[in-house]
C-alpha cells in the first residue's frame, strides 16, 4: 500500500512539474500553431481599405525621465562579461502593413535566446496577436520604435513625445488586453527607444530620455534589410561583436535571410562563450557607452542617403536605419 502511495505521489508531481513547464507563456496561452511563425507572414504588403487602423490618442506619459544622456551604442560589461544583446525592428509606415518574420522568433525560442524588439505602434496593430506573443513571452523585451516609423531627424522634444506617448497607448492597450488573454503573462513597460532610420536630431536624445525611455542604437549593423546573405552576414556580425555589443537586425521580413544567418551567429558566439542578454539586461551588466548624435556606423553616415532635405543646419546624422535601406 505505502508502495502505490508513493507511485500515485509520484505520478502526481510528475503531472504538476508537466503542468508548470506548460503553463509558462506564451506556450500556456496559444497553442504551438498559433505560435509557430508561417512563412506567408513575413512578406509586406500594401495597406487596403480593410487595413486603415484607428490611430490612437497620445496617452499622457508620466514616467521620469530616464538617467543619462546620448543614445547608447554599446555597453562595457563589469569584469569583460562576454554578453551580446541582439535588437530586432518591427518597423511599419504608414500605407504598408509590415512582415512577421515568425522563422527568427521560432529560433530565438528554441535556442532560449533572449532578445529586444524594438515595436513599431502601427506594427503592433496589425499583428496584434504577434504583438502579444512577444509582450507575453519572458524571454523577450519589446522596446518602442514610434507608432509609424516617423523620421525624427528634424523632430522637436514634442513630436517625439507624441510618437512614444501614441505608441505606449497602443502598447498599453495590448498590455491590458493581456492580462485575460495570458494571465501568466509578466508584467513589462517600455523602458526602451529607438529612432527609425538610425536618425535623430541634436536635441532628440534628451527628449526620448526626457519621456522616460532609454535611447538605442547598436555597435553591429547586420545589414539584413540590404538583401545580403546569411553567410556573409553572419561572418560579418561574427567578426564586429565584442563583450557588452548590440546587433541591429529586423524581425519584420526586411531581412530575408536573417532567421538563416542566426543558425550560425547563435552557436558560433555561444561557442566562444557568449551569453544573450536582452539590452535591459546589458545595460545593468555595466557601464553604457553613449553618443551624443545618432548614426548608424560613424557620425554623420545617414546624411549619405540624402533624405528629407531640410533648412535646419545638420549637427547629426540624417538618414535611414542600418545599412542601405529599412523599413
Ligand atoms: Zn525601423
Given amino acids: 500500500m505505502p508502495r502505490q502511495l508513493f507511485r500515485l505521489a509520484f505520478v502526481a508531481c510528475?503531472?504538476?512539474?508537466?503542468?508548470?513547464?506548460?503553463?509558462?507563456?506564451?506556450?500556456?496561452?496559444?497553442?504551438?500553431?498559433?505560435?509557430?511563425?508561417?512563412?506567408?507572414?513575413?512578406?509586406?504588403?500594401?495597406?487596403?481599405?480593410?487595413?486603415?487602423?484607428?490611430?490612437?490618442?497620445?496617452?499622457?506619459?508620466?514616467?521620469?525621465?530616464?538617467?543619462?544622456?546620448?543614445?547608447?551604442?554599446?555597453?562595457?560589461?563589469?569584469?569583460?562579461?562576454?554578453l551580446v544583446a541582439l535588437t530586432f525592428d518591427l518597423c511599419e509606415g504608414s500605407?504598408?502593413?509590415?512582415?512577421?518574420?515568425?522563422?527568427?522568433?521560432?529560433?530565438?525560442?528554441?535556442?532560449?535566446?533572449?532578445?529586444?524588439?524594438?515595436?513599431?505602434?502601427?506594427?503592433?496593430?496589425?499583428?496584434e496577436q504577434r504583438a502579444m506573443q512577444l509582450l507575453a513571452d519572458p524571454l523577450f523585451e519589446v522596446g518602442d520604435h514610434t507608432y509609424d516609423h516617423a523620421d525624427l531627424d528634424h523632430a522637436d522634444a514634442a513630436k517625439i513625445a507624441e510618437e512614444i506617448a501614441r505608441t505606449e497607448a497602443v502598447l498599453g492597450a495590448l498590455r491590458g488586453k493581456l492580462?485575460?488573454?495570458?494571465?501568466?503573462?509578466?508584467?513589462?513597460?517600455?523602458t526602451l527607444f529607438r529612432f527609425p532610420y538610425g536618425a535623430c536630431g541634436a536635441d532628440g536624445p534628451a527628449a526620448v530620455r526626457a519621456a522616460g525611455l532609454t535611447p538605442v542604437q547598436w555597435?553591429?549593423?547586420?545589414?539584413?534589410?540590404?538583401?545580403?546573405?546569411?553567410?556573409?552576414?553572419?561572418?560579418?556580425?561574427?567578426?564586429?561583436v565584442k563583450p557588452g555589443s548590440i546587433v541591429v537586425m529586423h524581425a519584420n521580413g526586411r531581412g530575408k535571410h536573417t532567421a538563416e544567418a542566426l543558425a550560425t551567429i547563435i552557436p558560433a558566439l555561444k561557442a566562444r562563450g557568449y551569453r544573450f542578454v536582452t539590452v535591459s539586461d546589458l545595460i545593468a551588466s555595466g557601464k553604457p557607452v553613449t553618443a551624443s548624435a545618432c548614426f548608424i556606423e560613424h557620425p554623420g553616415d545617414t546624411a549619405r542617403y540624402g533624405r528629407k532635405a531640410?533648412?535646419?543646419?545638420?549637427?547629426?546624422?540624417?538618414?535611414?536605419?542600418?545599412?542601405?535601406?529599412?523599413?
Fill in 219 to 240: 555597435d553591429v549593423v547586420s545589414g539584413d534589410p540590404s538583401g545580403i546573405a546569411a553567410a556573409p552576414m553572419a561572418k560579418a556580425v561574427l567578426a564586429e
Fill in 310 to 327: 531640410s533648412t535646419a543646419p545638420k549637427t547629426n546624422g540624417a538618414g535611414t536605419e542600418p545599412a542601405p535601406v529599412v523599413k
Fill in 14 to 82: 510528475a503531472v504538476l512539474l508537466a503542468g508548470k513547464a506548460l503553463a509558462d507563456p506564451p506556450a500556456a496561452c496559444w497553442p504551438p500553431a498559433a505560435l509557430a511563425g508561417r512563412s506567408e507572414e513575413a512578406a509586406k504588403r500594401h495597406a487596403g481599405p480593410s487595413d486603415r487602423l484607428p490611430v490612437p490618442a497620445a496617452l499622457a506619459m508620466i514616467a521620469p525621465a530616464a538617467v543619462g544622456e546620448g543614445v547608447l551604442r554599446r555597453v562595457v560589461p563589469a569584469g569583460g562579461a562576454k
Fill in 95 to 127: 500605407g504598408e502593413v509590415a512582415g512577421y518574420d515568425g522563422a527568427i522568433v521560432d529560433r530565438l525560442r528554441a535556442a532560449s535566446v533572449p532578445a529586444t524588439f524594438f515595436m513599431g505602434g502601427r506594427w503592433a496593430q496589425s499583428h
Fill in 179 to 190: 492580462a485575460s488573454v495570458c494571465p501568466a503573462a509578466p508584467a513589462s513597460t517600455t
